[in-house]
């Protein structure tokens, strides 16, 4: 892929930002097994790597840790055996791991990936991955989503210099994998109103030029829904491309909000629940997807209020604590000091800008239908019974997230409101 066309696509932007990114190469190809060692070489990747792996990808990368060794490379290996929680100790094991190497290359996807991000990030090494399935949308992030004591944060990192993906590798992916990628371009829809509506009525950076990028992306994936699940490697490949665009959007816009919304928020809450029973959840992009079918439906339900009435928040902390549990509720407490985000909102102004609201919403997200219609053709989850989130969980997602972030989306106004979310999903 050219990025050097992107690159002149975002130059002298009205927005008054600077967008670059640190990518330096997407190569995508069938074979490529074979070629990481010429790739790396032509890119001066250093030849003294780290190679991070969890036993599931260095199955399905057979004979690219020995190619490397003849191709002129130390390579220190490690292979987790199962990598489904990015977790800090992890971080903490290859950031040790990384002082005896000159770089890093993960080889996976997801969690492999956000270890090796961050760990190599804060060991100041190189860093390129060796994608094996098109399942997010996290290759060119320049953060990193990991657990530490079960809450999930966002930590700063440099997105990697080089992105490899072998697109037979991508095609014979299972289709899990592929339609949980499909549901994580399928939340931009969301992502796009909710930074929409931030930039409207709380003065968030927003910047056209990066939206309408990634909204090019998205419908460029909605037109491949059909194709994601079948195995074929030209799909695979531009399905892995539209992965790496949206991820692009986060670096040129230097936040994460052309990538990720409310839904976001509502399946990470799901996940950290989850993991403090000790319950691993599941991808990223088929709970995100799930979660995007429900915010879809709840906004587009509230853009058919014509009128509301707004006042200052004020959360009833003790049920919000009690969803929270004692485990998660500091870190959740931190994000709502000294005071919540919206009651830096003047009520007033929610009102005036409600027909704006309802405007951004009906512009930006397809109807329910249509998306119902897109996820079907790509298989990809649409229940919460899919992704084993039962009924509390799944109403208390929705209910509290809002809290987990401090951020301003559609869903995050509904305090002020006097709106309850799970209200208007059941249209009572
Ligand atoms: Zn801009
Ligand atoms: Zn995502």
């Known amino acids: ?223 491949l829904a059909d194709k994601v699940s079948v195995r074929d490697e030209e799909a695979a490949a531009a399905v892995m491309e539209t992965l790496v665009l949206t991820g692009i959007a986060m670096q040129l816009a230097k936040c994460t909000r052309p990538a990720s919304g409310t839904e976001h928020i509502i399946s990470h809450y799901w996940e950290c629940k989850k993991l403090e029973k000790g319950v691993i959840s599941d991808y990223h992009g088929k709970k995100v997807g799930v979660a995007t079918l429900v915010v879809a439906d709840i906004y587009h339900k509230l853009a058919k209020i014509e009128k509301v009435h707004a006042h200052k928040e004020t959360p009833d902390w003790k049920d919000i604590q009690s969803h929270y549990g004692p485990a998660l509720t500091p870190d959740m407490m931190k994000l709502n000091l000294p005071d919540t985000i919206v009651n830096e909102i003047p009520p007033r102004l929610i009102e005036e800008k409600w027909g704006e609201i309802r405007k951004i919403i009906e512009e930006e997200i397809p109807s329910v239908e249509t998306l119902e219609k897109l996820f079907a053709a790509a298989h990809a989850a649409t229940t919460p019974e899919q992704i084993a989130v039962d009924h509390a969980l799944f109403e208390e997602g929705i209910e509290y997230h809002i809290y987990m972030r401090r951020r301003v989306t559609v869903m995050r106004l509904l305090p002020m409101l006097d709106i309850d979310p799970l209200k208007i999903y059941y249209n009572k």
Not at 14 to 37: I, N, P, R
Not at 201 to 222: I, L, N, P, Q, T
Request: aromatic letters at 8%; proline letters at 3%.
């Open 1 to 223: 892929m050219d990025l050097q066309k992107i690159r002149d696509m975002m130059a002298d932007c009205e927005c008054g930002h600077k967008h670059d990114f640190d990518l330096e190469a997407l190569e995508l190809g069938s074979g490529l097994v074979e070629k990481t060692g010429e790739i790396l070489k032509r890119y001066d990747f250093p030849k003294k790597i780290l190679m991070v792996a969890d036993v599931n990808s260095f199955r399905v990368t057979k004979g690219l840790y020995e190619r490397l060794l003849s191709d002129g490379f130390t390579v220190e290996l490690r292979v987790y055996d199962s990598m489904k929680v990015a977790d800090m100790r992890e971080v903490e094991e290859l950031e040790k791991l990384l002082v005896r190497v000159d770089g890093c290359l993960s080889v996976g996807t997801g969690s492999v990936n956000d270890i090796c991000r961050l760990s190599s990030y804060r060991a100041n090494k190189p860093f390129a991955i060796f994608a094996t399935a098109p399942s997010m949308d996290g290759f060119a992030s320049d953060s990193a989503p990991i657990t530490k004591g079960n809450f999930k944060l966002s930590y700063p990192c440099r997105q990697p210099r080089i992105i490899i993906a072998d697109t037979k590798i991508l095609a014979d992916s299972p289709t899990e994998l592929k339609a949980a990628g499909f549901g994580d371009v399928m939340a931009k829809y969301i992502a796009i109103a909710d930074w929409r509506v931030a930039n409207l009525v709380h003065g968030d950076y927003y910047c056209e030029r990066v939206a309408s990028f990634v909204r090019k992306a998205v419908a460029k994936m909605a037109a």
